[in-house]
T-cell receptor
Framework: GEDVEQSLFLSVREGDSSVINCTYT??????LYWYKQEPGAGLQLLTY?????DMKQDQRLTVLLNKKDKHLSLRIADTQTGDSAIYFC??????????FGKGNQVVVIP | GAVVSQHPSWVICKSGTSVKIECRSL??????MFWYRQFPKQSLMLMAT?????????EQGVEKDKFLINHASLTLSTLTVTSAHPEDSSFYIC???????????FGSGTRLTVV
């Protein structure tokens, strides 16, 4: 996970948009994922994007992928208090192993 | 869907005892499962890859004799922490991959506290 970079903390007001960024390292990664972890729980798959895509939208979630810069972002529209959690990006590397970022804690302020 | 069940959710044990954690894929078969360890406010660290019917593959620095992994069926992998010590206290999470587009599904994690 130490090769996948993420910023650490984001606070956002309820109703605003949140953007979380991630830089990955392996240009041959086929899939890139966003996971959500609530306190004391496992990881919940939020969305994923295949490496030949630039953008994917899934309801309030928009994933942007810049392969040239190896940059991945997750935008959460109309952020809700239930979105408060830690968000991890992950890349599926050639050895079929997931490499995680350090995580980004999102705190939604009512 | 792709559901992975992990049990127990939390366990407290005495130093020197062993603890077994189970990871089950409920609605799919998983020839490969993964075990992670997570320290507070940190990311997930892959400990080992559990392979059905064969030996687990451990990551560098993970003691295979301390963290015993058994993957006896296509739906069950177990992690046994042997002779547990307080430094083994952590959050352990398993995952399995059903196949695209599901990606990797994670169990709910086990909080191990060794006293």
């Amino acid at each position: 996970g130490e090769d996948v970079e993420q910023s650490l903390f984001l606070s956002v007001r309820e109703g605003d948009s949140s953007v979380i960024n991630c830089t990955y390292t392996d240009s041959s990664s086929t899939y890139l994922y966003w996971y959500k972890q609530e306190p004391g729980a496992g990881l919940q798959l939020l969305t994923y994007i295949f490496s030949n895509m630039d953008m994917k939208q899934d309801q309030r979630l928009t994933v942007l992928l810049n392969k040239k810069d190896k940059h991945l972002s997750l935008r959460i529209a109309d952020t809700q208090t239930g979105d408060s959690a830690i968000y991890f990006c992950a890349e599926l590397r050639g050895n079929n192993r997931l490499a995680f970022g350090k995580g980004n804690q999102v705190v939604v302020i009512p | 869907g792709a559901v992975v069940s992990q049990h127990p959710s939390w366990v407290i044990c005495k130093s020197g005892t062993s603890v077994k954690i189970e990871c089950r894929s409920l609605d799919f078969q998983a020839t490969t499962m993964f075990w992670y360890r997570q320290f507070p406010k940190q990311s997930l660290m892959l400990m080992a890859t559990s392979n059905e019917g064969s030996k687990a593959t451990y990551e560098q620095g993970v003691e295979k004799d301390k963290f015993l992994i058994n993957h006896a069926s296509l739906t069950l992998s177990t992690l046994t922490v042997t002779s547990a010590h307080p430094e083994d206290s952590s959050f352990y999470i398993c995952s399995a991959r059903k196949g695209e587009p599901y990606g990797y599904t994670f169990g709910s994690g086990t909080r191990l506290t060794v006293v």
